[in-house]
Nanobody, 128 residues
Framework: QVQLVESGGGLVQAGGSLRLSCAAS????????LGWFRQAPGKEREIVAA????????YYADVVKGRFTISRDYAKNTVILQMNSLNPEDTAVYYC?????????????????????WGKGTLVTVSS
């Protein structure tokens, strides 16, 4: 079992920044990919960014490229999502998820149906 706990959400004005953290525990993550997803009201959950715990490969959805950065802190067993230049369309509940796989990191791999573990989410609200 892998436990994931998100933190860092909140209310921010358009153009502002937030830093989300996902603390992982329970198992060694070396064979996992970790992703940040989001779900806005009335919309399907979508992948935002992902990375393999071991290695440098990352993936970003087109709508966040150049604004969001995913990274990890090995010492704290934490995955971080730095979000800059936020706009109201970024308003959503943000979830951290993990999947045990050695496959190449691709958008198809990060389909939310295939993730093994989920956090409970943290709400991000961007005001205009």
């Amino acid at each position: 079992q892998v436990q994931l706990v998100e933190s860092g959400g909140g209310l921010v004005q358009a153009g502002g920044s937030l830093r989300l953290s996902c603390a992982a525990s329970g198992r060694t993550l070396s064979s996992y990919v970790l992703g940040w997803f989001r779900q806005a009201p009335g919309k399907e959950r979508e992948i935002v960014a992902a990375m393999r715990w071991s290695g440098s490969t990352t993936y970003y959805a087109d709508v966040v490229k150049g604004r969001f950065t995913i990274s990890r802190d090995y010492a704290k067993n934490t995955v971080i999502l730095q979000m800059n230049s936020l706009n109201p369309e970024d308003t959503a509940v943000y979830y951290c998820a993990a999947r045990r796989t050695f496959a190449t990191l691709t958008p198809a791999l990060m389909d939310y149906h295939g993730m093994d573990y989920w956090g409970k989410g943290t709400l991000v609200t961007v005001s205009s």
